[in-house]
C-alpha cells in the first residue's frame, strides 16, 4: 500500500516539473516572437487627437471623434473640446432665473445638451462693456495737448 503512495506521488511530482518546465518554455518561446515596446495600433494612431465635436445636429449634437493633431486648433475654434465626450469639460454662459449672466464649466455632453435646453450658451458669456468714465467718450489722443517745438 505504501509503494503505490509513494509511486503516486513521485508521478504527480514529475508531472508537475514538467507542466512547469512547459510553461516556462512556452513564455520564453512567446517573448522572443513577439515584438517588444509599444502595439503597432498606438504607434499607427500616435498623432491623432481624442476630441468632443460639436456636430450642430438637435438629436446628436456631440460626437467623440479622434482627429490629426494638425486639426485640433481649428476644432477648438468653433467649440469642440479636448478628450472624449463623457469626461470633457465645457464652458457655457447659464443665465440665472432673475436674468443674470454667469460663466460656468459643466463636465460631460450631456450635460451639457439639458443647458443648452434650458437655454444656456456655448462659450463664456459677453458683458457689457462699459466706460470707466475717465474720458467720458473722448478719444484719448484729443485730450493730450499738442507738442510745439
Known amino acids: ?19 512547469a518546465f512547459a510553461v516556462a518554455w512556452m513564455a520564453s518561446v512567446g517573448a522572443a516572437i513577439s515584438p517588444a515596446g509599444v502595439p503597432a495600433a498606438a504607434s499607427q494612431y ?15 449634437p456631440f460626437r467623440t471623434i479622434r482627429v490629426s493633431r494638425n486639426a485640433v486648433r481649428a476644432h477648438l475654434r468653433h467649440g469642440d473640446v479636448l478628450g472624449p465626450c463623457g469626461s470633457a469639460v465645457f464652458t457655457m454662459c447659464h443665465k440665472t432665473k432673475n436674468g443674470k449672466k454667469h460663466t460656468v464649466k459643466v463636465k460631460g455632453a ?8 434650458r437655454g444656456d ?11 470707466s468714465g475717465k474720458h467720458k467718450g473722448k478719444d484719448k489722443k484729443k485730450d493730450k495737448p499738442k507738442h510745439k517745438g
Open 110 to 117: 450631456r450635460k451639457v445638451q439639458r443647458a443648452m435646453k
Open 46 to 60: 500616435e498623432k491623432k487627437v481624442t476630441i468632443c465635436h460639436r456636430t450642430g445636429s438637435k438629436k446628436n
Open 121 to 131: 450658451r456655448l462659450g463664456k458669456c459677453k458683458g457689457k462693456k462699459h466706460n
Open 1 to 19: 500500500m505504501k509503494s503505490r503512495k509513494r509511486q503516486g506521488v513521485t508521478v504527480g511530482a514529475v508531472a508537475g516539473l514538467v507542466a
